[in-house]
C-alpha cells in the first residue's frame, strides 16, 4: 500500500459500535491497531466488564452504554454484536433497521421466525451483514477455499469435518453459573457453524438436506450443569448431490479438523495431535484430471494469507484479524472483501436446526429451507421452536432429545462459585485474559 493510499485510509476509519465487551475484546483490538477501524462505543450488561475496557481505553474517545437502546444511536457505521450466541438477530434487525452496517459473531438466529426476519432486514435495508465464522479464515480452511475455487481437486463428493471442544474443565468461566446461560440450554446439534461452515464457505454449494445423530452420553454436561446431548452429528446432502458429516460438541479429546474429497482429489487439514501441523498445514493429493490417475500429485506445505504479521496475536489462529478486516474493507467498498452473507450464514447454521428437527422425528431427513426463495418464507415466518423458553413461547422444544433433564438447582451454585473464586484471581480467569489478549473465544 503507498503512503497517500494509507493515510487515505487512517483518514476515513469506520466507526464502530461492539455489543458484548468480553468476547467482544479481540473485535476491539483489532480496531485498536488495524488502521481502517476506530471503536466509537462499547456495549455490555455486565459493570465489572464495561470498567475493564473503560480501563484499557485510556486516551481513546469511546463511549460506554449498559443498554443497547442508548447505545445504538450512537454516532458509528457498524456495530459488532459479541453479545450471547443465541441473542444476536433481533440486535442485528434492529441495527441494519437504523442504518449500521452489521458483524455478527456466531450464531447467526436461534429459531426460523429469527431467520426469515433477519434475511427480509438485510434485503430491505441494503445494510452490509457479515456472520463472523473465523473457522473459515483459519489457515488451512481458508487456502481449500482458494483451491477448490481453482478446481484442483474438481466437484466435492464428500467432505467431513470436526469441531470436538470438551469445556467441563472451564464451564464455570464461560456460564458464570448462570441457569439459564444458552450452553446450559442448548441441544446438540446447535452449535455447527464452527464444524460446517468452512465446507460451506469453501465449496459455495447450498445444503438441502440433513439427518441428525444425537451423543446421548451426557454425564459431562450433568455434572456442569449442560442438559443437552454430548454432541451432535449432522449428515448434509448439498445441492450437488455430495455429501458432508459434521460432527461437534464435547467429547473428551479436543479436535479441529476438515477434510474434502472431490472427483479428482483429495485435500485436509493436520490433525489436533504433535507433528500433524493443525489448521496450519494442508494435504493435498489430486490428478490434474478426472480418471488420470497417471499424472497423481501430492503435496502438503503451510499455507499464507498474506497479512500474517498483522494477525498475529489475534484469537482462533489468527482468523478474529481476518473476519474483521474483511468486514471493514466491504464497508469501505473493496471488491475483493470476503465476507459471510446472510444466506451464507445460514447455510451454515439451519442444518444444525433442523438435524435436531431431525433427532426429535426419529432420524427421519428434513428438508432445509432455502430463504433466498420468497415463496417459501411465508411457512416459517411464526416458527419460533427452540430451546430458550423467552423465545419459543408455546413452541418450546426439549434441550436432550429424551426429555430436558432436571438438573438440581446446587449444580449451578457450585459453578457460581467457582466462577467467583476464579474472579478473586488477578490473571487466573478467562475474562481478565481475554481483556489482556482478545483471544479467547468464549461469550
Not at 63 to 68: E, G, H, P, T, V
Not at 127 to 139: R, V
Not at 280 to 297: A, P, Q, V
Not at 348 to 355: H, N, Q, S, V
Request: with cysteine; net charge negative; charged share 25%.
Amino acid at each position: 500500500m503507498q503512503f497517500k493510499e494509507l493515510e487515505e485510509n487512517i483518514m476515513n476509519k469506520v466507526k464502530i459500535g461492539v455489543l458484548g465487551a468480553y468476547r467482544g475484546t479481540s473485535m476491539i483490538n483489532y480496531c485498536k491497531h488495524a488502521g481502517n477501524a476506530e471503536v466509537a462505543a462499547i456495549c455490555d450488561k455486565c459493570p465489572e466488564t464495561l470498567e475493564a475496557q473503560r480501563a484499557n481505553a485510556e486516551g481513546l474517545d469511546i463511549a460506554f452504554y449498559d443498554n443497547f437502546e442508548d447505545f445504538i444511536k450512537h454516532d458509528m457505521d457498524a456495530v459488532v454484536l459479541a453479545n450471547y450466541a443465541n441473542e444476536h438477530a433481533s440486535f442485528a434487525i434492529k441495527a441494519m433497521k437504523l442504518g449500521k452496517h452489521v458483524f455478527s459473531e456466531v450464531l447467526p438466529v436461534q429459531t426460523m421466525k429469527e431467520a426469515v426476519e433477519l434475511v427480509e432486514a438485510a434485503e430491505e435495508t441494503k445494510m452490509i451483514y457479515a456472520y463472523g465464522e473465523n473457522y473459515c479464515y483459519m489457515p488451512a480452511p481458508y487456502e481449500m477455499k482458494k483451491l477448490y475455487t481453482k478446481n484442483k481437486i474438481g466437484e466435492l463428493e464428500y467432505a467431513e469435518c470436526e469441531y470436538i471442544h470438551n469445556c467441563e474443565s472451564i464451564w464455570p468461566s464461560i456460564t458464570y453459573g448462570e441457569k439459564e446461560h444458552w450452553r446450559n440450554n442448548m441441544y446438540s446439534t446447535f452449535y455447527c457453524t464452527h464444524s460446517l461452515g468452512p465446507i460451506i464457505h469453501a465449496t459455495g454449494l447450498r445444503p438441502v438436506s440433513v439427518i441428525g445423530f444425537e451423543g446421548t452420553k451426557n454425564e459431562r454436561n450433568l455434572r456442569v450443569g449442560a442438559k443437552g446431548g454430548m454432541f451432535g452429528i449432522e449428515m448434509v446432502t448439498l445441492e450437488n448431490g455430495g455429501i458432508v458429516k459434521s460432527i461437534h460438541g464435547g467429547l473428551y479429546e479436543n479436535s479441529i479438523w476438515y477434510s474434502m474429497y472431490g472427483s479428482k482429489g483429495r485435500m485436509e487439514c493436520g490433525r489436533e495431535v504433535p507433528g500433524s501441523g493443525h489448521i496450519n498445514t494442508i494435504y493435498l493429493d489430486y490428478n490434474k484430471f478426472s480418471g488420470d490417475y497417471n499424472h497423481h500429485e501430492s503435496e502438503s506445505y503451510n499455507p499464507a494469507h498474506g497479512m500474517e504479521d498483522m494477525a498475529k496475536g489475534y484469537g482462533h489462529g489468527g482468523s478474529d484479524f481476518y473476519t474483521m478486516w474483511h468486514f471493514i474493507e466491504k464497508i469501505k467498498g473493496n471488491p475483493d472483501a470476503d465476507i459471510i452473507d446472510v444466506y451464507e450464514a445460514l447455510d451454515m447454521f439451519l442444518p444444525g436446526m433442523f438435524a435436531y428437527r431431525s433427532i426429535l422425528d426419529g432420524g427421519k431427513s428434513q428438508e432445509i429451507p432455502n430463504l433466498r426463495d420468497k415463496s417459501i418464507r411465508g411457512r416459517w415466518r411464526n416458527d419460533t421452536a427452540c430451546t430458550d423458553p423467552k423465545a419459543a413461547g408455546d413452541m418450546l422444544l426439549p434441550v436432550f432429545s429424551k426429555g430436558t433433564p432436571d438438573i438440581d438447582d446446587g449444580v449451578y451454585e457450585y459453578m457460581k462459585k467457582l466462577w467467583d473464586e476464579e474472579c478473586q484471581k488477578e490473571d487466573g480467569n478467562y475474562r481478565a485474559q481475554a481483556f489482556k489478549q482478545g483471544s479467547k473465544g468464549y461469550k
